[in-house]
């Protein structure tokens, strides 16, 4: 993990995101630095926190999420990080990110940091379309249900361990859209905004799994087709959509980089490509956003 190396080079240019303003004063030195391409929902923000002592554990409240932060690298950890997801729905306004800093089993202090989130104006679409292509057949209900359940199972997990680790490769080469959010009013009715990434790509283009994972789904679905979900570790998810096949299996773990399926246009779709969702601790965030956050610290 190379993250934390890179971190202070890139405090000390600021190449993006806005530096916290100086009203979040951290007793006995602590320094906290929340960074993102934007704060605003469907972003990853990537937190750091710079303590003048030895810390064993930190601890973080935010979004109604406990979540843990990674110690840095060297002996006496000192800098901690954790990536922290602002869902699709998060509403507009102040937001608290409240650390418990740890020795030796004790919470020794305690910091909030506030943070502001920015109204984001997601492209919305009405489409009329005869009834028979808006409402799935009686005979698939049964089906779409069983299946909407296992899949939010999946994404509420959230292991302690994490398998990922420096940057996220793009899984196509193609160019991506900007429909990520998108939302769509089908005959007079809002849908569930588009809560992935779509990649332009033709028909068996290899798609590349973008970092570490287990495979903890490889089936076909009726919306996404055949559907292939990498679970990263501590609550990060990769679901590919549309494949026109897989080649790896539940259980499979795989590296950055290899070969899990081909995109296609299965599931209920007009053409092929390749659609990408993230999922961090359950908020649906912009996988454009977690691969351009890592990014920056990879190459720097
Ligand atoms: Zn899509």
């Known amino acids: 993990m190379r993250i934390i190396p890179c971190l202070l080079l890139l405090l000390a240019v600021s190449v993006f995101g806005q530096p916290p303003p100086a009203t979040n004063d951290a007793p006995e030195g602590v320094r906290i630095t929340p960074l993102a391409r934007a704060f605003q929902p469907g972003e990853v923000v990537l937190v750091t926190l710079t303590a003048p002592r030895r810390v064993d554990r930190v601890g973080l409240r935010v979004f109604q999420q406990k979540l843990p932060l990674e110690p840095g690298l060297g002996e006496v950890p000192t800098n901690w990080w954790a990536l922290v997801g602002i869902d699709l729905n998060t509403k507009p306004g102040g937001y608290l990110l409240r650390f418990e800093l740890y020795a030796q089993d004790r919470i020794f202090a305690r910091v909030d940091h506030r943070i502001t989130i920015k ?52 899984p196509v080469p193609g160019r991506a859209n900007s429909s990520f959010g998108k939302r769509s009013i089908l005959n007079g009715k809002p849908r569930s905004p588009h809560s992935g990434t779509d990649f332009r790509a033709s028909r068996g283009t290899p798609v590349k799994s973008p970092n570490a994972g287990m495979t903890v789904l490889a089936q076909n679905l009726y919306y996404a087709g ?21 080649t790896v299996k539940k259980g499979d773990r795989v590296e950055r980089g290899d070969l899990i399926g081909h995109v296609g246009s299965t599931g209920r779709v007009t053409g092929p490509h390749l ?26």
Do not use: C
């Open 226 to 246: 055949n559907t292939v979900i990498l679970d990263h570790g501590q609550g990060l998810y990769s679901y590919f959509a549309h494949l026109d096949d897989f």
């Open 119 to 170: 109204k984001k104006n997601f492209p919305t679409r009405r489409l009329n379309l005869p009834e028979k292509f808006v409402t799935p057949p009686k005979a698939s209900l049964a089906r779409i249900k069983r299946e909407s359940r296992l899949i939010s199972g999946i994404f509420a997990e959230a292991g302690s361990e994490r398998h990922w680790s420096g940057f996220f490769l793009r």
């Open 275 to 300: 659609h990408w969702t993230v999922r961090l601790r359950k908020a649906r965030v912009d996988p454009l956003s977690l691969m351009e956050i890592l990014a920056r610290f990879e190459s720097s």
